[in-house]
């Protein structure tokens, strides 16, 4: 089986540094959504190498003014699912830079313990 996310297309990368790549969350939690992976395929955080989890973070970083300056939100989550059973559908490491918005729940104290609804519906 392919892997969906090594196959992401140069054009849809919104951001690239040599060990990891960011573009767009097809299924968005919120406007702005952003993933960053890795360019090598490694299943999950714990089987990045050092390197990729640097490269990761400073896309964290990179991905967080993007989305400032595209859409100004008012917050973040950052969130990385493990294993089938801790979320993970895609078996490729990704870790989900999502902005929070006032507004977009009720009341936010929890963060991502609580439900945050879908822009698009999740397959």
Request: glycine share 8%.
């Given at each position: ?32 959504h ?33 989305i ?55 397959p």
């Amino acid at each position: 089986m392919t892997c969906v996310f090594c196959g992401i297309p140069m054009q849809k990368r919104v951001l690239e540094n040599e060990h990891a790549f960011a573009f767009f969350d097809l299924y968005p939690v919120q406007k702005g959504h952003l993933l960053i992976v890795p360019k090598q395929h490694r299943e999950t955080y714990f089987d990045a190498t050092e390197q990729e989890i640097m490269a990761i973070h400073d896309l964290l970083h990179k991905g967080k003014q993007l989305i400032e300056e595209s859409y100004q939100p008012d917050g973040f989550n950052i969130g990385v699912n493990v294993g089938e059973y801790g979320g993970q559908t895609v078996m490729h490491l990704h870790v989900h830079l999502i902005p929070r918005y006032k507004g977009d729940i009720d009341d936010p104290r929890g963060g991502i313990r609580k439900a945050i609804p879908n822009l698009v519906p999740y397959p």
